[in-house]
């Protein structure tokens, strides 16, 4: 979900921060700060690197691997990112994260961070594909963060944001910016098969599924499921339609150069 933390303290305050971030475009730090300080129930602890030693971990790092195998045969001088597993909280570059914060990727120490219980509640309260490819997708879509940094498209957003003349504005670059990662995440499910020698491979009705969990996780999406309303100068991170429109093309393409959301 796109280059920012989610931190807050269960779930009430999951459910708190993606409305304030999706429909009104505050910081979820923000949020989680101003909740805690109404809610001592819990105690921030340091995280744990994740170890690949069950099921879950096992298929973030099949499936990392295999991100960065096509990435680097797209990208010249690839670097991987970092990719650390954790419960509860672990420090970051970009601030102290939490278990509320799903995948999410720090352009400040190149890292994705993912706490995989997020995808239960995307599933549970967001109505996203609980599929494996549903999952790979959210992954390659952080990773798709990375690219942007290495690319330069995450400095271009941050002095169009700097520049900007209104939020709107700005926001509208961070559409472009997500829309994009959306796009290199379908970009990465057509050429996964060739990377991986087809050990990771697309099965009949993956990408309708992925196509579902881009579409629940609209900004025009969210916002009427919390208030009944849309708000398009709030959007940060496109429409359902916008999302399912760019990770479809990502993979019909399978060229990162037929990902430009940034073009008039």
């Known amino acids: 979900m ?3 933390g989610v931190a807050g303290g269960g779930i009430g305050t999951l459910a708190l921060a993606l409305i304030g971030y999706f429909v009104f475009g505050i910081n979820p730090f923000v949020t ?3 909740v805690s300080q109404f809610d001592n129930t819990g105690v921030a602890e340091q995280g744990r690197p994740g170890t690949p030693d ?3 971990g096992l298929f973030v790092d099949v499936i990392s691997a295999n991100v960065n195998d096509v990435w680097s045969a797209k990208v010249g001088g690839y670097q991987p990112p970092r990719v650390v597993l954790y419960e509860r909280g672990t420090s970051t570059g970009c601030g102290f994260g939490q278990s509320a914060m799903g995948p999410f990727y720090c352009p400040n120490d190149a890292t994705v961070y993912l706490d995989l219980s997020f995808w239960r509640e995307m599933e549970t309260r967001l109505g996203t594909s609980g599929t494996d490819f549903a999952r790979a997708y959210v992954i390659a879509q952080e990773f798709g963060h990375h690219v942007q940094k290495l690319t330069g498209a995450t400095e271009k957003v941050r002095v169009i944001q700097e520049r900007a ?3 709107a504005q700005a ?4 559409v472009s910016l997500e829309l994009q990662a959306d796009c290199f995440a379908g970009v990465w499910a057509a050429n996964a098969s060739a990377a991986s020698g087809g050990r990771v491979a697309m099965e009949s009705g993956d990408l309708e599924e992925g196509l579902r969990t881009a579409n629940a996780i609209g900004d025009d999406t969210l916002q009427r499921q919390a208030t009944g309303r849309v708000t398009p100068e709030r959007f940060t991170h496109g429409t ?3 999302r399912v429109e760019w990770l479809k093309r990502g993979y019909e393409s399978g060229d990162p150069r037929q990902c430009d959301t940034f073009a008039p």
């Open 32 to 34: 989680q700060q101003v």
């Open 165 to 167: 003349s209104s939020q």
């Open 54 to 56: 069950d099921r879950a």
């Open 171 to 174: 926001n509208a670059a961070s």
């Open 240 to 242: 359902s339609a916008q």
């Open 2 to 4: 796109g280059g920012v």
